[in-house]
């Protein structure tokens, strides 16, 4: 694992396994662990099935041999007829039993995974999500995973059971003939050694196949994600063609995987056919000689049919298990990456935060370039302050570093005298409730978006944040009034509903302090400031950091701070900056700039109708 200019981690592979699968087998071995009981009653399950498989080529050897001496009875006819129908219908239950615990088993292993994934993806900071592609990220904890269990756990299932049934009948041809077990020595070596050299080059092509299945995903969730842009620029050809190279790629790979897969398999066969060619061969020689009976030979001839299927199935589960393994560790690569942003191991107590925040000599860059320079401030309990300036001056940086998302390289973010660092995110997070510009809302029920933070909040205090945020102007109109579903991302509201909602739903979750950044960019001035008003006059009063670019914004406030190039160059009301002829005030000009368009140079004259001029000349 590396780390990226910005300083968050990189996946990356190391070579060793790809070429060697036991350091990720090792890894996968505690989950199996953790589902050791169906696990293991389905190995029991799959050790009964191959054994009455043995138990089939077994009793052929005295079918054969009572029917040919031709003094047979009815009792023993029925009982032959008994045996044979008991033992398949003994295989149809365990097989059953087997079905049922194994898929516990395998969905338990696939659960554990995927749970441990999420767990540790929630533990890192906003930089990680940002450094990765969201298909990457979805590809290692959907695709892989299920990869794994599909390929991995089910093939290793198959291949216990595939490899105790030929244990089991091997058994019974060497107990009709011991030089059977020369010739049978010698395929599974042969065999072995066959599995080996392709599992290695199927395993390469396998994380190729799966590392351009996450690039099809990926641009599939950039599709989905940008269609609006996609469809307003025209660009469906475009991305079309994209989709169709990554596609056509991911299955040319895939194709070279089911090449080498066909030719383990043809191989495999090549060998056990001429292995089963000397087995026949020897027995053949040894019933014409008088050394066995015909129904030891009916034994090993039977013994050798019921072989070749799990004999096949094993060579062609040689590519599932590559790629089960392949998929396995793509998947743990996930568990390997240490989060930036860590909780401490001796957190300090902070039950609930009093609502001051402080910047201490605070530096913070983006991949090496610097963003905020040297900046300290200080909001106190209940102040609502108003931070302006540049686009790029660093504004959203400073709020994101409030809740966290980010560490600075230099100085402190303090809540209430503690620095973040100190404190459990968690905590923190029960203290701030942030409202971005881009708002995300679940593809749920506005109640529900809106309790998101709180699900036990009562009737009462969602109507209060609806009354505050404005969200009551326009809830009753819906068509379910708060059960109505706002679709994926909220796109069946306006910009300015959800913007509304989220504002709702940070005041519902009673943190103290409330971080806006661009957070009623999509409303009109006059909506905004009866917002504000609203969240300045609530009862409980709350430490109020706003973002923004409307210098509108900056006249209710206590206190304006104002960013240039990530330093803090000026502070205090609006009505002091606007008099001091500095930054505020080159602001304040310029959103009151008024765009002109410039008339052209020469204009365009038109010709009069004939009834107005009666001599046809231009005026």
């Known amino acids: ?64 041999d009572t029917f040919q001496g031709g003094d047979i009875e009815p009792n023993q006819l029925y009982l032959f007829v008994g045996i044979v129908v008991g033992i398949f219908v003994l295989q149809a239950v365990f097989n059953f039993c087997y079905l049922v615990t194994f898929r516990r088993a395998s969905i338990g292993i696939a659960r554990e995974i995927r749970s441990e994934q999420i767990s540790k993806l929630l533990e890192h900071g906003l930089g990680y999500f940002h450094a990765r592609p969201t298909g990457e990220i979805t590809s290692r904890v959907v695709n892989d995973v299920q990869a794994f269990k599909a390929s991995g756990v089910v093939t290793l299932q198959m291949i ?39 599992s290695r080059r199927i395993r390469k092509l396998a994380r ?12 599939l969730t950039q599709v989905i994600g940008g269609i609006e842009l996609i469809l307003s620029f025209g660009l469906g050809s475009t991305w079309r063609d994209r989709l169709q190279d990554v596609n056509v790629d991911h299955s040319e790979t895939e194709m070279k995987v089911g090449m080498a897969d066909a030719i383990a398999i043809s191989s495999v066969l090549i060998t056990v056919s001429l292995g089963v060619g000397a087995i026949l061969l020897v027995t053949g020689r040894s019933l014409l000689a008088g050394e066995i009976t015909s129904g030891e030979f009916a034994a090993i001839f039977g013994a050798i049919y019921l072989m070749q299927a799990p004999a096949q199935k094993i060579a062609s589960s040689v590519s599932n298990i590559s790629k089960g393994i392949v998929a396995g560790g793509r998947a743990l690569e996930l568990l390997d990456e240490d989060p930036v942003i860590r909780d401490p191991e001796h957190p300090r107590a902070f ?126 109109q819906l068509p379910q009034g708060l059960e109505t579903s ?61 973002i923004t670019h409307r210098l509108s914004m900056a006249g209710i406030a206590d206190r304006v701070i104002v960013l240039k190039d990530g330093r803090l160059v000026e502070e205090g009301t609006a009505a002091e900056l606007a008099d001091s002829g500095g930054e505020f005030t080159r602001l304040q000009r310029a959103s009151q700039t008024r765009l002109v368009r410039t008339a052209q140079k020469q204009g365009r004259v038109a010709s009069p109708l004939p009834s107005e001029t009666g001599s046809g000349q231009q005026e």
Do not use: H
Not at 18 to 34: G, I, K
Not at 172 to 191: E, T
């Open 160 to 198: 216990l059971r595939d490899l105790i049934t030929i244990l089991v009948l091997l058994s019974v041809m060497i107990a009709q003939s011991l030089s059977v077990a020369v010739v049978c020595c010698g395929i599974i070596f042969a065999v072995g050694l066959i599995l080996k050299i392709m």
């Open 351 to 476: 039950v609930e935060a009093a609502g001051r925040v402080e910047l201490r000599d605070v530096s913070f860059g983006y991949r090496d370039t610097p963003v905020i320079r040297s900046l300290s401030f200080a909001v106190e309990p209940g102040e609502l302050v108003v931070m302006v300036g540049d686009s790029g001056a660093g504004k959203s940086t400073v709020a994101k570093m409030l809740l966290r998302f980010y560490d600075p390289d230099a100085g402190a973010v303090v809540v209430d005298g503690v620095a973040l660092p100190e404190l459990m995110r968690e905590d923190l997070y029960r203290s701030i409730s942030y409202v971005g510009q881009d708002v995300y809302l679940f593809d749920e029920t506005v109640d529900f978006n809106l309790r998101v933070g709180r699900p036990q909040a009562s009737a009462d205090e969602v109507a209060a944040a609806m009354r505050i945020a404005c969200v009551d102007e326009f809830a009753a």
């Open 486 to 546: 706002v679709g994926e991302r909220g796109v069946l509201l306006s910009g300015g509903q959800r913007q509304r909602i989220a504002i709702a739903r940070a005041i519902l979750s009673e943190a103290r302090i409330l971080v806006l950044d661009e957070a009623t960019s999509a409303l009109d001035m006059d909506l905004e400031r009866k917002i504000l008003q609203n969240l300045v006059d609530a009862p409980k009063r709350r430490t109020i950091f706003a």
């Open 1 to 64: 694992m590396g780390l990226s200019a910005a300083g968050t981690p990189v996946m990356t592979v190391d070579p060793v396994t790809q070429q060697s699968p036991w350091p990720v087998v090792r890894r996968l071995v505690p989950y199996f662990r953790r589902v050791r009981g169906p696990f293991l009653l389905s190995l029991l399950f799959l050790f009964l099935i191959s054994s009455l498989t043995g138990l089939k080529a077994w009793i052929i050897q005295p079918v054969v």
């Open 208 to 219: 190729d196949a799966q590392d351009k299945l996450a690039q099809v995903t990926n641009q």
